[in-house]
């Protein structure tokens, strides 16, 4: 029996082999030139979905009605009160319609049915997180010293239509992120999900109508990257993006966004360092460094990488992590007992597979893994092992470059060598682990650690009161926190001569 037969979750009608059509103006219609895409089980190869595939004319209108849906005022201008009812109400839905999204993920892109369930809490949380904002903006009143009576006060103002453009990873966490809090700004958006897995997408949109939210305001248009994501990003009449994905894709969008100059906000790739020190609770450290590169499969933009381990526990410790990475299941996420799915797609299996050749090839050490798995049911998805390379040297491409597969690679450290321009010697700051039992070691590290997330003694924890993003080619702004928000306000100055 599956966990999702055991739990009686009933599979969606977005997964039924059907037609999924587009949300355009608060209607679910076909592309303007017909097309579809297939969406398919990685696990399985099955057929969930023939999706409607967007292009620059159904960007064109989806555009155009979230301009119409911005300009009225019909969510920027209601009053917050009744965009909090709205954005409660679809809380709401989320939390009890929460295991057929967490299925529909698990079928649309692999990941396990326990993680994606697991993300329940994280779900409704950011849900009800952006619904409670929507009550708490403000602008402030400011004294100035020009001479004369002068009031001043500002204005914080929606910024208007938002493109927001999602990867396949973590596809509903993705989606209520981005939307909630461009939602809770008062703005109005264009959603392009990720091709690889859009039928959540589709889901929460005819969610957020269920719960109240005007026609117009939120419009999902499915489609390829470099078709429907590139219209998007160069649109004139979009005021600004918001991505997350990989840095080249988010330099193509800033590229893009020139035109208009519309703002951008980007919460892009990395290499995060973690780092293990010979004090530390290694019961601890030991699971925490595995999953922190091998959950989700490894594809987690934070995800802990670059292993450094102090040379005197070096052998042991990386074993120690191999030897998890060994016992982990790897099967169907319908599975309960199944602990990590395949990787998402072909372009995924062979950019992993491709990397365990690189790392080989730079004369690094397969401790466990480096192989695509094929036994059985196995051979009918993109399958990999959690795969421990040791040995690694800081220059090589396993080292440096952004695998997003379950690749750790294992470096060892010396108390003699400048371990923080080490971990800091990368293009990426997105996240850092940092494993000891010295509490000043531990904060003189959090503060010369150039990256948007520090986890000391644990590693890729996430709440939405917390922020999230980048340093250097991690990208820009903060998804998560109450500042959230503010990346979708315009602040406007007033002033008023009273004497
Ligand atoms: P991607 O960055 O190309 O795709 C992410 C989103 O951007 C998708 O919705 C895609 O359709 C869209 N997109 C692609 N090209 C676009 C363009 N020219 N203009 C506007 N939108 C565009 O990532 P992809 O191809 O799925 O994966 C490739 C690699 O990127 C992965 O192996 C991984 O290393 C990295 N990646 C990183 C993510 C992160 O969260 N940091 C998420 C997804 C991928
Ligand atoms: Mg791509």
Redesign the pocket.
């Known amino acids: 029996m599956t966990m999702q037969e055991r739990l009686s979750i009933p599979t969606s009608s977005y997964a039924d082999g059907g037609v999924k059509r587009m949300l355009i103006d608060g209607q679910f219609i076909e592309a303007v030139a017909g097309a579809t895409f297939e969406s398919r089980n990685p696990a399985t190869g099955a057929l969930l979905a023939h999706v409607a595939e967007g292009d620059g004319t159904d960007i064109d209108r989806a555009v155009a009605s979230a301009r119409r849906a911005f300009d009225d005022g019909r969510w920027s201008r209601m009053k917050p009160f009744d965009r909090q009812t709205i954005l409660s109400r679809f809380a709401d839905l989320v939390e009890s319609r929460h295991e057929e999204i967490a299925c529909l993920d698990t079928l649309d892109m692999g990941s396990p049915l326990v993680r994606t369930l697991g993300n329940r809490r994280r779900a409704v949380g950011m849900a009800r997180f952006y619904a409670g904002l929507t009550t708490a903006l403000r602008g402030e009143t400011i004294d100035n010293s020009i001479p004369g009576e002068f009031f001043t006060y500002t204005l914080h103002e929606p910024v208007g239509v938002v493109g927001a453009?999602?990867?396949?990873?973590n596809p509903h966490i993705a989606f209520i992120w981005k939307v909630g809090a461009a939602l809770s700004a008062g703005c109005t958006v264009v959603l392009?999900?990720?091709?690889?897995a859009s039928l959540t997408a589709l889901l929460l949109g005819e969610m957020l109508l269920e719960a109240g939210l005007p026609a117009g305001v939120v419009n999902v248009v499915p489609g390829?990257?470099?078709v429907a994501?590139?219209a998007?990003?160069q649109h004139p009449d979009v005021d600004q993006i918001a991505?997350?994905?990989?840095t080249a894709?988010g330099q193509?969008?800033l590229r893009?966004s020139a035109g208009n100059l519309k703002k951008v906000t980007l919460?892009?790739?990395?290499k995060s360092p973690n780092i293990v020190f010979s004090d530390a609770d290694l019961e601890r450290a030991v699971p925490g460094a595995a999953m922190a590169a091998f959950v989700n499969s490894g594809q987690v933009?934070s995800a802990g990488t670059r292993l450094f381990v102090d040379r005197s526990i070096y052998e042991e410790f990386v074993e120690r992590v191999a030897e998890f990475g060994r016992s982990l299941l790897i099967g169907n996420g319908l599975d309960e007992e199944t602990q990590l799915g395949p990787v998402v797609s072909q372009a995924?299996l062979d950019?992993v597979t491709g990397y365990f050749t690189i790392g080989r090839d730079e004369g690094a050490t397969v401790l466990s893994g480096g192989v695509r798995l094929v036994e059985g049911e196995l051979a009918q998805g993109y399958f990999v092992a959690p795969t421990v390379f040791s040995n690694v040297r800081d220059e090589m491409r396993v080292a440096r470059d952004?695998i997003?597969g379950p690749v750790i690679s294992a470096i060892p450290f010396d108390g003699s060598d400048d371990l923080i321009a080490r971990a800091n010697a990368t293009t990426f700051g997105l996240g850092a682990g940092l494993w000891t039992r010295d509490i000043g070691r531990a904060h003189t590290f959090a503060r010369a650690i150039r990256s948007g997330s520090v986890w000391i003694n644990c590693y890729n924890q996430m709440d939405p009161a917390v922020p999230f993003g980048g340093y250097k080619m991690s990208g820009y702004g903060r998804e998560g926190g109450v500042r959230h928000v503010e990346e979708f306000l315009n602040i406007k100055s007033v002033w008023i001569r009273t004497d």
């Open positions: 453009i999602i990867p396949w990873n392009k999900p990720a091709e690889e390829r990257g470099e994501g590139a998007l990003a991505f997350t994905g990989s894709t193509a969008i893009a919460e892009l790739g990395g933009c995924q950019r952004e997003f």
